[in-house]
């Protein structure tokens, strides 16, 4: 019988193929589970992947002889955390195949938030996710305008024009937030919720 110091060499000699073939497998898994839930950007699905250490058996003591043999073969098939190759060599493959999308990402999104958001704060919610320029410009394009969407919320936050100055910031601050174009709000504001040919004339990009 192999002595323990030469037992110990074998299986961590082995133990580095099976180790790294575990962290392929259980990435790809970790990312499809990802993926079924919702669609994610490139950037923002690398750094769900790269956040944490994959998961990892539990050590067992080396204490007593006869516990040599599991402790060594436990230690040796922890799993790595991914390096940024791995997932990317990952990311690579599942855009390949469909699966990962930043266009089809950016429209998922863009269409969830418009009713509620302007512009500028959907441009900067898609750029923190690693969308290009190009794309979300595009897909805030296929929205409904910024006027009658912040018309729309409007009506269904207040339905009432301000009664003083007080309430006028109020509704102000309120569209502000949510990243509407201050003269849109005006518009809005100004006219009551009114939808006619003057407010339809004033959109912004």
């Given at each position: 019988?192999?002595?323990?110091?030469?037992?110990?060499?074998?299986?961590?000699?082995?133990?580095?193929?099976?180790?790294?073939?575990?962290?392929?497998?259980?990435l790809?898994?970790?990312?499809?589970?990802?993926?079924?839930?919702?669609?994610?950007?490139?950037?923002?699905?690398?750094?769900?992947?790269?956040?944490?250490p994959?998961?990892?058996?539990?050590?067992?003591?080396?204490?007593?002889n006869?516990?040599?043999?599991?402790?060594?073969?436990?230690?040796?098939?922890?799993?790595?955390?991914?390096?940024?190759?791995?997932?990317?060599?990952?990311?690579?493959?599942?855009?390949?195949?469909?699966?990962?999308?930043?266009?089809?990402?950016?429209?998922?999104?863009?269409?969830?938030?418009?009713?509620?958001?302007?512009?500028?704060?959907?441009?900067?919610?898609?750029?923190?996710?690693?969308?290009?320029?190009?794309?979300?410009?595009?897909?805030?394009a296929?929205?409904?305008?910024?006027?009658?969407?912040?018309?729309?919320?409007?009506?269904?936050?207040?339905?009432?024009?301000?009664?003083?100055?007080?309430?006028?910031?109020?509704?102000?601050?309120?569209?502000?937030?949510?990243?509407f174009?201050?003269?849109?709000?005006?518009?809005?504001?100004?006219?009551?919720?009114?939808?006619?040919?003057?407010?339809?004339?004033?959109?912004?990009?």
């Open positions: 019988m192999p002595s323990p110091h030469l037992l110990a060499t074998t299986l961590k000699s082995s133990g580095a193929r099976e180790r790294l073939a575990a962290t392929a497998d259980d790809r898994a970790r990312a499809l589970r990802l993926l079924a839930r919702r669609e994610y950007s490139r950037q923002e699905l690398a750094g769900k992947l790269m956040s944490k994959m998961p990892r058996p539990a050590r067992r003591s080396a204490r007593g006869a516990d040599d043999f599991a402790y060594f073969a436990v230690e040796v098939a922890e799993v790595v955390p991914p390096t940024e190759a791995e997932v990317n060599a990952l990311l690579n493959d599942l855009e390949k195949r469909k699966m990962l999308s930043d266009d089809r990402y950016a429209e998922m999104r863009t269409r969830l938030r418009a009713p509620r958001y302007g512009n500028s704060r959907l441009q900067q919610e898609l750029a923190q996710k690693g969308i290009d320029r190009d794309t979300i410009a595009a897909v805030i296929e929205q409904p305008d910024e006027l009658s969407r912040c018309r729309d919320l409007w009506l269904k936050k207040f339905g009432q024009p301000p009664s003083d100055m007080n309430e006028r910031m109020k509704q102000t601050r309120h569209l502000a937030s949510r990243g174009n201050m003269r849109v709000i005006q518009q809005v504001i100004r006219s009551g919720g009114a939808a006619n040919e003057d407010d339809l004339s004033e959109t912004t990009t």
